[in-house]
């Protein structure tokens, strides 16, 4: 049996640590708030005395100034309504003062009713939040020892019932995301190791794995077994697609085979147009188009029933592995090149044309669309080792949303949650980390 690795598979790193909190502000004295001062109400207040008329002459008889103070009685009681009804009225305060500087904030005044009362109150409300917090750190990592460190492989795949299953050289590893449990699948014999792995959409727990020796094996992973073998290829297996119970295979044979995996006689056809390895193979959601791209910097485009490509694009000038079907538009593909290249292009599948392209200034090694936002993740190599959130804006334009750093190494392969919020990486710095930075349903349309 071979040597145990220096570290425990799955061993827990932890998450970085967070801002320490700030400090508080000390303030050396108090200065009241002058936004509930009212300088004209108060002005008011200590001119309100100045405002009424002066007394009249009294008479010097008491019949006249009986009469004068019943007049003045009425005139005073005349100004006091006055008033009364201008504080209420005017200012929209009641009579009762609360001081020419009062340091308690008076109630809001309301504004009269309006016949454009609702147009009013749409323009008048704050603003609705757009925009949502993308974590910069991630949410976990996970040690994965003995990772090979070749770009042209592929190695990570997380099924749609939460299970994440990665190769380590020889050995393939299921870890469960729900209950956090590991298991060993299988190991391969000799000198053989694992080149590639996919999980079927459509059979539980049944998992496609392609090894160096050239061939292809199918797996139920519930029983831990072996299903059957699919020979054909004559060099490594370095990408596996499904789309449905048919599964295709890329080869550095340079050829893709397909394989019915409920027929007894499995071979259904080998499409050969690449002159090298076939590094990367998607099929599209609807079963329609088969995207292959391949160490001779070409990328082709199949229909599901034809052997010849229907599209021959040769935009890059670097091996193509990243591929990546957008789940909102059917016939947008999204390609990403090697070293050499370093850009993302965006593709019309129905007429052939680059609808956009990107220079991303790395190794783009692969491609994940959020399948509930408008959004693309792409994973990259030398020279940042870095992940890329990108904002798709329609016809293939994009901007940058937020740059994720950590991993020391290449970030060779992603997978996506079954939810469809959190992106899986796995780097030659023999780390898996898990990014919750994708937008779910209730947070559809965010960036």
């Known amino acids: ?75 005073d009681d005349a100004d006091d309504e006055y008033n009364h009804t201008l504080k209420r009225t005017l200012l929209q305060e009641n009579t009762k003062s609360p001081g020419v500087l009062p340091f308690k904030s008076p109630p809001r005044r309301r504004a009269p009713p309006s016949p454009f009362g609702a147009l009013n109150s749409q323009e008048s409300s704050s603003p609705i939040r757009n925009t949502r917090k993308i974590p910069t750190a991630p949410d976990r990592i996970l040690d994965i020892p003995d990772i090979v460190d070749d770009y042209y492989l592929n190695l990570l795949d997380w099924s749609r019932h939460n299970v994440v299953a990665i190769a380590l050289s020889k050995t393939l590893y299921l870890w469960n995301a729900t209950t956090g449990a590991t298991t060993r699948l299988f190991e391969t014999e000799s000198q053989d190791f694992i080149t590639s792995l996919r999980w079927s959409q459509e059979q539980r727990d049944t998992l496609a794995v392609g090894l160096d020796s050239a061939g292809v094996q199918l797996w139920d992973t519930a029983r831990q077994t072996k299903i059957r073998d699919f020979p054909g290829h004559s060099s490594r297996v370095s990408s596996l697609s499904w789309t449905g119970g048919l599964l295709s295979s890329g080869s550095r044979d340079t050829t893709i085979r397909h394989h019915d995996a409920r027929a007894p006689n499995e071979h259904v056809a080998t499409l050969r147009s690449h002159t090298q390895e076939v590094c990367g193979l ?47 538009h059917p016939s947008l593909l999204a390609s990403g090149g090697g070293t050499a290249d370093r850009r993302i292009c965006f593709w019309n599948v129905t007429t052939g044309s680059l609808l956009s392209d990107v220079d991303t200034k790395s190794q783009v090694c692969a491609l994940q669309w959020s399948v509930h936002d408008r959004q693309l993740v792409s994973s990259h190599g030398f020279t ?23 991993h020391t190494a290449r970030v060779l392969h992603m997978a996506q949650s079954p939810d469809g919020t959190t992106i899986v990486s796995a780097s030659g710095d023999e780390t898996l980390r898990f990014w919750r930075i994708l937008g779910s349903p209730k947070t559809q349309g965010l960036v």
């Open 1 to 75: 049996p071979p040597a145990s690795p220096a570290r425990p598979i799955f061993a827990r790193q932890g998450t970085p640590s967070s801002e320490s909190a700030r400090k508080k502000e000390t303030l050396d004295r108090f200065i009241p708030p002058r936004t509930s001062f009212d300088a004209e109400y108060s002005n008011f207040l200590v001119n309100e005395e100045d405002t009424k008329p002066p007394n009249a002459q009294t008479s010097s008889t008491p019949s006249s100034s009986n009469h004068q103070s019943n007049t003045q009685t009425a005139e």
């Open 282 to 328: 998607q099929w599209s959601p609807n079963g329609l188009h088969l995207a292959s791209g391949g160490n001779d910097n070409m990328l082709y485009i199949w229909d599901a029933r034809q052997q010849e490509p229907r599209l021959s694009l040769h935009a890059h000038k670097a091996a193509v592995k990243a591929l990546a079907w957008c789940p909102h």
């Open 384 to 406: 940042h080792n870095q992940l890329i959130l990108w904002k798709h804006h329609g016809g293939g334009r994009v901007s940058k949303v937020a740059e994720l750093t950590g």
